[in-house]
């Protein structure tokens, strides 16, 4: 029988009991009364024990359950830890890489200033030496063409007074010719 029948009859027992004399004294049957208490003696220890098992049995849920949330809890914060690394290495590791395109692109657009100044420096060089070369070629023909002018000239004057001499002695040969046939 169960405990909470058992208590179910005892509260009938004293519903059904008589108050002698007005008083809130009860008169009850108290064999009536012993036999349910001896049949809560025999079921209370059942009672009890389907209760401790149950208190123990819900401890070691309890614990379980508390041994499994400290295991899902350390997992949790060693997890998070990792993707805290994971992020601060992946921060780190894009800052390197911001880093060396920085360094990068300095490099480069030094590289090319150097090489548009080597480039600069080559055409300033190039047409100085192109300007000199014009100027050294043009020096060199009026050079050429004034003693070629000067070699011209005495040619001409030299021709001129040989043609001359030349017209001087045939003239004198003529004279002396025309003489000659006269004598």
Known sequence: ?????????IEDILEEGKYPFGGS???VDAD??????????????????K??????????????????A????RQAE?????????????????????QIITDAKKQAAEIIEKAKANSNEIVDNAQKWATDLRNGASNFVETVMEESDEI????????????????????????????????
């Open 1 to 9: 029988m169960k405990i909470d029948d058992l208590f179910n009859q």
């Open 25 to 27: 004294k009860v008169k």
């Open 32 to 49: 009536a009364l012993r036999s349910i208490i001896n049949d809560l003696r025999v079921a209370l220890p059942d009672e009890v024990v």
């Open 51 to 68: 209760a401790r098992q149950i208190a123990s049995e819900r401890k070691t849920i309890l614990a379980q359950a508390n041994d499994s």
């Open 70 to 73: 400290e295991v899902k809890i």
């Open 78 to 98: 060693a997890q998070a830890r990792k993707m805290v690394e994971e992020h601060e290495i992946t921060k780190a590791a894009q800052l390197n890489a911001s």
């Open 152 to 183: 011209l000239s005495k040619t001409m004057e030299d021709l001129t007074r040989n043609l001359n001499s030349v017209r001087q002695a045939s003239s004198k040969i003529k004279t002396v010719t025309v003489k000659k046939a006269g004598q």
